[in-house]
């Protein structure tokens, strides 16, 4: 889709856009530049949004509306399975026969319970998005499989070693330091720009303070020894603002080059997030304090970091085991 501009038309102002061989030009009623900037998004999105009220139509809508948002990327994937059951189901008559039906389809299709969740919160997403914008009158009710427990597994220092001997580039395995090293989430570690790096504190600032959508917290963490050193090198290759980059460019995704190093070394389940899971295991065994281990991970409620890593703390529970000797 192209991005609107505007334009000028016998002294008037004008929003403009192309779609394909077609540009599409609607005056702005006004001569002045300040006024028109003003206007013209929100009759840009007047434009160009759907009528209509269907599923298909509110999912075009919520995308147009959240353009350039890394969730868009991922719901034109949710959208093919979606699509077929949903598409011109009107948006306020979506009922639980609806979703029973779905998911039951999406079991025998051999999908698991954490995808089929993620793919009916997408639907949800949308349906209250469009209550908000009073495109229907209200969002019904999307039942959804529960959501599957955490996984488990978590990588030794040792593998984590080998996994990066096994990275088949330097920007997977510099990536693979930078989230050990400081517990990053991989959208937090790719996002992550030169300016956000003081060599000087040796600090790295993970939350980008321009950047207004919300997502989970990002701390801002001290650079260790071996991660200062990687960076550096990293540094004066660099060729674009993002630390983690390749051919001279941003890099989205880094699944892939991890499972692949993860396969070399036995350990095929290795993932972005379990290296982040991972650095909170090495913390906790190391007899952090949790309220410490949870201001790193830039955890906004500590009683997360207890329900998750409380277990591998050297000192839990031990006391109460002791009062029961007998």
């Not at 840009?44 to 959240?66: F, H, I, M, N, Q």
Request: charged fraction near 25%.
């Amino acid at each position: 889709m192209s991005i609107w501009r505007i334009t000028r038309l016998n002294g008037e102002y004008c929003l403009t856009w192309d779609e394909g061989d077609i540009r599409r030009r609607y005056r702005l009623g006004t001569d002045d530049p300040k006024e028109a900037a003003r206007r013209a998004p929100a009759r840009y999105a007047e434009l160009t949004r759907p009528k209509g009220s269907t599923v298909k139509d509110l999912w075009e809508s919520y995308c147009l509306d959240k353009v350039g948002r890394s969730v868009v990327t991922t719901m034109k994937f949710t959208w093919k399975a979606l699509a077929p059951h949903f598409a011109e189901v009107e948006g306020e008559s979506v009922a639980l026969a609806h979703c029973r039906a779905y998911t039951e389809a999406r079991r025998k299709a051999g999908k698991k319970e954490g995808s089929i969740h993620t793919e009916l919160g997408h639907l949800r997403s949308v349906l209250v998005w469009a209550q908000k914008q009073r495109l229907i009158a209200h969002a019904p009710y999307i039942e959804r499989p529960a959501k599957p427990d955490p996984k488990e597994g978590y990588l030794t220092r040792p593998e984590v070693s080998r996994l990066m001997e096994a990275a088949n580039s330097p920007h997977v395995r510099l990536a693979i330091q930078l989230m050990i090293a400081t517990g990053a989430r991989s959208g937090a570690a790719l996002q992550l720009t030169w300016d956000r790096v003081d060599f000087g504190r040796r600090m790295i600032q993970l939350a980008n303070p321009f950047d207004k959508v919300h997502r989970k917290r990002r701390a801002t963490v001290p650079i260790n020894d071996t991660l200062f050193t990687a960076l550096q090198e990293a540094q004066e290759g660099a060729l674009t603002p993002y630390v983690i980059e390749w051919a001279g460019d941003k890099v989205l995704s880094i699944k892939k080059g991890i499972k692949t190093a993860g396969g070399k070394i036995g350990r095929p389940d290795a993932s972005p997030h379990m290296l982040r899971h991972s650095a909170a295991v090495w913390l906790v065994e190391d007899g952090h304090s949790m309220e410490e281990v949870a201001q790193f991970l830039g955890h906004a409620n500590t009683a997360i970091t207890y329900k998750v890593y409380a277990r591998y703390s050297p000192t839990y529970l031990r006391k109460l085991a002791k009062s029961l000797e007998v």
